[in-house]
Nanobody, 126 residues
Framework: QVQLVESGGGLVQAGDSLRLSCSAS????????MGWYRQAPGYEREWVAR???????TYTDSVKGRFTISRDNAKNTVYLQMNSLKPEDTAVYYC????????????????????WGQGTQVTISS
């Protein structure tokens, strides 16, 4: 019912910046929250940032002051602005969204689902 597509990853040097984007498409009624997770080789997936309906944001301690999550509600798109990147930020970054979507081709019945994007590789060299 819903697809998430990330973009913006790449290879940059320490201290550089990247902006990730994630666009949700499908029969979306509303997006409850969107967030970013990351997973580095040998580590479990880690929550990075989340933004909720009212615009409130939260971050994991390691990225506070460097990363900023934002959302364009009209476009169903979330962004992660990553500044002052460090080698330890290297990971595959995944977009996540809790979405209320329309369940049928007619009417307004909805359900809530938890969706993940395919991931985008972010590599920071020293």
């Amino acid at each position: 019912q819903v697809q998430l597509v990330e973009s913006g990853g790449g290879l940059v040097q320490a201290g550089d910046s990247l902006r990730l984007s994630c666009s949700a498409s499908g029969r979306i009624s509303s997006i409850v929250s969107m967030g970013w997770y990351r997973q580095a080789p040998g580590y479990e997936r880690e929550w990075v940032a989340r933004i909720v309906t009212g615009g409130g944001t939260t971050y994991t301690d390691s990225v506070k002051g460097r990363f900023t999550i934002s959302r364009d509600n009209a476009k169903n798109t979330v962004y992660l602005q990553m500044n002052s990147l460090k080698p330890e930020d290297t990971a595959v970054y995944y977009c996540n969204a809790l979405v209320r979507y329309y369940t049928g081709t007619s009417g307004s019945r909805t359900a809530v689902g938890d969706y993940w994007g395919q991931g985008t590789q972010v590599t920071i060299s020293s």
